[in-house]
């Protein structure tokens, strides 16, 4: 004997108000205490392995240091891809893990992939620097800002940098506190080549004395009366004339002279920086704040804020903090504006249930659905969901479905109390009747979206609050729906028994004369059917496709870019230039800008750009979306029409993960020159196409480089090795670090190097002087040295999974999606012959939309085949299942016309409206179908009972579609749900057209049901 749920709910009221206010006042405890971040936390499984090789050239770095890390990091069964960047004297090696490793065993594996990389260093050349391995590449930093400290020293500045850091790491739930582009100092020691030479001075030995005398030594201890004393010697220099006062011995003599007779000393900002920022053309530094990782964003945005205003005293005058992205104001207000948009469809739907079924059916379905809607929230809580962008999301997408139960439910009660019946024994009815066959369509509807709940890759990650929260937020409208609704519509229903067809209103009669007509018409209305599914499908053609769409946050990128090698003092002038250009425009309400490098990750679905002298990059701040696409034309247009030798290009920021180029085409193979070659082959193409910009390749352009031509037999005659040629040649250039400096907490370099008339004319450099051992004197590089050769190499190879790696990348017009500029290049870049030994694959959004698609699709039989089963389980037979599973992929005829009138693009959210409609078109046909099977068990006719199956059906469909609809109506208006929106509101309005006709057909052609045989 079956459980009486609904009779239940009633008789026992206690239990169904604990429901109640479990749901309420949970719901209310988790919208005050739920996390809240911008976008949903997914991992960045990444890390870099840095190794400096002083010297050596980038193919020297390739060979010797990147292949054999590479060798080694390839052997851990958890990698996924190993690219690599090899530059002069460096090299860059990132590793990405597996889809199917979680946030909770990546620092199990970066443990593993430390101890290889470490294994790995006795295979590395001498000269080589230890390696480092840095998994907190994809920290991210969501409160950002940037100091301005006009008239501040640079010595005052650091330590303001410092003050700011340590004081914010105080604050609770701050995990990390990141500055930069602070100017660093530097004691330049400047020595003259004639004064080394007439003091007969080597140049080893004046290195090696600041070296030695200001290096701290263990000095040992003694016992004394049994006490045990440690000697210590002095710290070293510790001021500026310490150094001056420095003494130096003259090999071969007992003479001594100090060194401020040999050189003069400064203290000053370095010469050359390795990074720089600006905000509104002033010098400044950033402050990167990122907080604990299960912590409230907003709470701890507060704290800071809260922080920095008790500070406010200490910080001196003219010191200015600027926000240039703040998380959790960004945050707050979306939220804030997700829970207007919920509200304003909650009471959306329940004003249209008033309308449609009566205001005390509206209410009780509307209650209902409050009650579900803050049962989620509830269960996020305890659950640890978040509330962000997607979680909410999902809320508002599974807004038919939650009211769908409750409106079956309800209907069932009413037309049982206009028959005649007391509440008890109506809600009992319309319970029994209707729960097995919701519940089975909840789970489908539910398992229509297990593609995302059990996809492992980083779109799975990112969009698996949205699997969760459709799921709690389901079942939990199943139960209400069987419980709570019984109970509100026999305390609330109030019906009179007028013994009148509760069906005779002109709709439902329109509606009994349309089916009986297409009934009678079944193979041709199935022929319509079926051929207007096949147009809309050759259709979909024409629709755009997309990955994720351009976020709605109000700023922009522009990244600039000199040809490869140039001085970081040029990008600073030109930046500094384009920086006033900028903020010339109107809209332009901020610009921050960064020299060397870019910003660091202020957001999860910004990837920084690694360090580079030739790179700039601009953060521009605007009151509003509207100006973007056209002051980022204006300004692309403008600047490269200044700068010609520059690549300028504007970005702007995406939703959910993706980033980089939108178009790469990549080459493997051996030859560099090749590579170079099919490169450019590619770019011609892209070029000539004339729809796609910002054409470059990742290898960037050749830098010149100056080789002396050294004569081994000249210099072994003069007691010259090539080590002492090349310390003699970095003196007489860059300079070269003697020491360091120790001052409180800082370590300031100390470089010798010649004055600046001798290192700015690089014609003097044969002139310059080298040390002979054998002679004991200085002799002209030129006698060991014939002339200096000036070539062209490649200073940044990059490699993928231990292949050199050219990838040739372009972004498409901004009125195009990246796919249709794809498709216009795709076939003739593939058409490029490629020599043996040579392979050609896709990057970009292609990449990267193919992957998360396969990664869904991988799993989306797993859940497809649950839901057949399901499907078969609720009726024990084949036919009703094959009619429901027949209905679905007509509902993309909706979905086209809606796309397609809208202009909208079909992007990865589109296709998770897909899934949606699907579960709400398959859940409509389950209850219509079952309808039928109940009423032909009763007795009825096949036909009477297809019919009135479909009238009793009319108003809870056309309600759950058209509350569904114009819920979705504040979604219209967000960039990320906009297609999405439009999916499920074209699907659905066809859809509900799909179940109250085509199942109807379907049933009577699959059953033989005879139209005129209701008449006998």
């Known amino acids: ?73 390839q052997q851990l069964p958890q990698i996924k891809h190993i690219t690599s960047r090899s530059k002069p004297g460096i090299s860059e090696i990132e590793v990405e893990i597996k889809d199917t490793y979680d946030g909770n065993t990546m620092p199990q594996v970066w443990d593993e992939l430390r101890r290889k990389v470490g294994d790995a260093q006795k295979t590395l050349p001498e000269g080589a620097n230890p390696s480092t391995v840095n998994d907190d590449f994809g ?20 330590d303001l940098a410092k003050f700011l850091r340590r004081e914010l790491l105080t604050v609770t739930n701050v995990a990390k506190v990141e500055t930069a582009g602070m100017r660093t100092e530097t004691i330049y020691v400047e020595v003259s080549n004639a004064r080394l030479a007439r003091f007969g001075l080597p140049m080893a030995e004046v290195l090696n004395t600041i070296s030695s005398e200001n290096r701290i030594a263990d000095a040992g201890a003694v016992t004394i009366d049994d006490r045990r004393i440690r000697i210590t010697t002095s710290a070293g220099f510790d001021s500026v004339p310490a150094i001056e006062a420095l003494r ?35 010098p400044a530094f950033t402050l990167a704040i990122s907080g604990v990782t299960d912590a409230n964003i907003v709470t701890i945005g507060q704290a800071v804020e809260a922080r920095l205003a008790e500070l406010a005293p200490r910080i001196p005058l003219g010191i200015e903090i600027h926000p240039i992205y703040e998380q959790h104001k960004v945050v707050d207000q979306s939220i804030d504006d997700f829970i207007v948009n919920l509200i304003i469809s909650v009471s959306i739907v329940i004003l249209s249930l008033c309308l449609m079924m009566g205001w005390r059916v509206g209410l009780i379905v509307g209650a209902t659905l409050l009650l579900t809607v803050l049962g989620t929230v509830f269960l996020m809580r305890v659950f640890h969901i978040d509330m962000e962008r997607i979680s909410l999301g999902a809320l508002i997408i599974a807004m038919g479905m939650l009211v769908d139960n409750a409106i079956v439910v309800a209907e069932g009660m009413l037309i049982n109390m206009q028959h005649g019946m007391n509440g008890k024994d109506a809600a009992t009815i319309s319970v029994k009747r209707t729960q097995l066959p919701l519940l089975g369509a909840t789970v489908i509807g539910i ?33 209400l729906a ?17 013994g009148e067809d509760p069906y005779r209103a002109w709709v439902y009669q329109a509606y009994r004369k349309t089916l009986t007509a297409t009934l009678k018409a079944r193979a041709l209305t199935a022929l319509i059917m079926v051929l207007l599914t096949a147009t809309c499908f050759a259709g979909f053609g024409l629709v755009k496709q997309a990955f994720f769409p351009d976020a709605n946050t109000p700023l922009f990128y522009i990244h600039y870019q000199l040809p490869q090698g140039s001085d970081i003092r040029s990008t600073e002038r030109d930046i500094g230039e384009i920086d006033a250009i900028i903020r010339a425009k109107p809209d332009v309400v901020s610009v921050a800008s960064f020299i060397g490098r870019g910003a660091s990750r202020y957001m999860l679905t910004y990837a920084p750009e690694q360090p580079n002298s030739s790179y700039g990059l601009f953060i521009v701040r605007t009151e509003n979306l509207d100006p973007i696409p056209a002051l980022a034309a204006e300004l692309k247009n403008e600047l490269n029409a200044a700068y010609p030798n520059a690549e300028i290009r504007t970005e702007r920021l995406m939703f959910g993960p993706g980033g980089g180029a939108k178009i790469e085409a990549r080459f493997s193979g051996p030859d560099s020159a090749v590579l170079r070659r099919l490169g450019n082959e590619a770019l011609d193409i892209m070029r000539a196409d004339g729809n796609l910009i910002d054409l470059r390749t990742n290898w960037r352009q050749k830098e010149l480089v100056m080789k002396p031509v050294y004569s081994p037999e000249r210099a072994r005659i003069a007691g010259i090795g090539l080590s002492d040629l090349a310390q003699a040649l970095q003196f007489a250039s860059t300079g070269i670090q003697a020491g360091t400096y120790r001052e409180d907490d800082k370590q300031i370099p100390i470089v010798v190097r010649p004055p600046d008339a001798e290192r700015r004319d690089a014609k003097q450099l044969r002139d310059r002087l080298v040390w002979s051992n054998a002679d004991q004197s200085y002799i002209p590089i030129a006698q060991i040295a014939e002339h200096f050769e000036t070539v062209s190499e490649d ?37 490029i012959p490629l020599p043996s030994g040579y392979r050609f694959e896709w990057g970009g959004e292609y990449e990267s939309s193919t992957d998360a698609q396969t990664a869904l699709n991988a799993q989306i039989p797993v859940g497809f085949v649950v839901m057949l089963v399901i499907s078969i389980l609720l009726f024990g037979k084949v036919r009703q299942p094959l009619i429901i599973w027949l209905v679905v992929p007509m509902s993309v005829c909706g979905v086209v016309i809606g796309l397609l009138i809208s202009n909208q693009p079909f992007s990865f959210m589109a296709l998770l409206g897909l899934l949606s409609l699907s579960g709400m078109l398959m859940k409509n046909a389950i209850v219509l179908v079952d309808e039928i099977d109940a009423q032909i068990d009763e007795g009825k006719h096949g036909h009477a009972a297809i019919v009135d199956a479909g009238v009793s059906r009319l108003r809870p469909v056309f309600l759950a579609a058209g509350t569904t609809i114009l819920g979705m109506i504040p979604l219209l208006t967000d960039a990320f ?20 006709i085509a199942v109807p057909v379907l049933y009577a052609l699959f059953f033989g049901v005879k139209a005129e045989a209701a008449a006998k």
């Open 1 to 73: 004997m079956s459980i009486d749920i609904a009779r239940a709910a009633i008789e026992r009221p206690v239990n169904t108000w604990l429901i109640i206010l479990t749901c309420l006042i949970g719901g209310l405890w988790g919208l005050s205490t739920v996390g809240r971040l911008e976008d949903p936390a997914f991992t960045i499984k990444q890390a870099l392995v840095i190794t400096p090789y002083p010297g050596a050239t980038a193919e020297e770095v390739e060979l010797e240091v990147t292949e054999p890390l590479e060798s080694a990091i």
């Open 139 to 158: 920290d991210v930093f969501g409160i950002f800002y940037a100091i301005t400290a006009p008239g501040f020293s640079d010595r005052e500045i650091l």
């Open 248 to 282: 130096i011995g003259r090999p071969g003599s007992t003479e001594q002279i100090s060194l401020i007779d040999l050189a003069e000393i400064r203290r000053e900002p370095t010469e050359i920086p390795d990074h720089l920022v600006h905000f509104n053309g002033m």
């Open 447 to 479: 398992m229509a979206f297990s593609g995302i709940g059990l996809s492992p890759d980083v779109t799975g990650e990112f969009l698996f609050s949205l699997f969760a929260v459709i799921g709690m937020s389901l079942l939990l409208s199943w139960i």
């Open 482 to 498: 069987i419980t709570v609704t019984p109970l509100f519509g026999h305390l609330f229903l109030k019906v009179e028994q007028t």
């Open 795 to 831: 200073t940044l190879i990059h490699r993928r999974n231990r292949v050199r790696t050219l990838i040739a990348q372009a972004d498409p017009l901004p009125e195009l999606t990246a796919d249709q500029a794809f498709r216009r290049i795709r076939a003739q870049i593939e058409a």
């Open 977 to 996: 749900f906009a297609s999405m929106a439009v999916t499920i509101m074209g699907g659905l309005a066809f859809a509900t057209v799909l179940t109250l």
